[in-house]
């Protein structure tokens, strides 16, 4: 259960840098979806920094392949995260709904899927995840 309350504020933190982008992105007259998309990308490294040093310690690889096959499969689970918001606020805004409330509705459906994910697979946590111990 900590570390996924650790995840949750890393997640917090990197939702603050993906909404300023957002946000900025969108009054610059950038279409929501794509505003959207670029947000969630910047996310993505301090989403990795945060985890990396501060969710899932003791879990990352060492330097070398290992730590480059680990960052990989980091940012798979994050481009998972990036076509759900994608299609999240495409299909948000095609029925006509608020792009920002879209955006919401696309936050939780990406926090509960890559952190899955990370903790499933990026992180090797099969059995704390199965257990409920994340």
Not at 71 to 87: D, I, K, P, Y
Not at 100 to 115: C, H, P
Request: charged share 10%.
């Amino acid at each position: 259960m900590r570390r996924f309350v650790a995840y949750g504020f890393a997640s917090v933190a990197a939702l603050g840098i993906d909404l300023a982008c957002f946000f900025a992105l969108m009054a610059a007259g950038l279409a929501a979806p794509a505003a959207a998309a670029a947000g969630y990308a910047v996310g993505i490294a301090a989403h990795w920094f945060a985890s990396s040093r501060f969710v899932f310690t003791g879990r990352v690889a060492a330097a070398g392949a290992g730590r480059t096959q680990q960052q990989g499969l980091f940012v798979a689970s994050a481009l998972v995260g990036l076509a759900l918001t994608w299609a999240i606020v495409s299909a948000g805004t095609a029925f006509g709904i608020d792009p920002r409330l879209a955006k919401l509705v696309a936050i939780g459906a990406s926090f509960v899927v890559t952190y899955a994910l990370r903790a499933c697979f990026v992180f090797g946590e099969k059995s704390d995840l199965a257990t409920g111990n994340g």
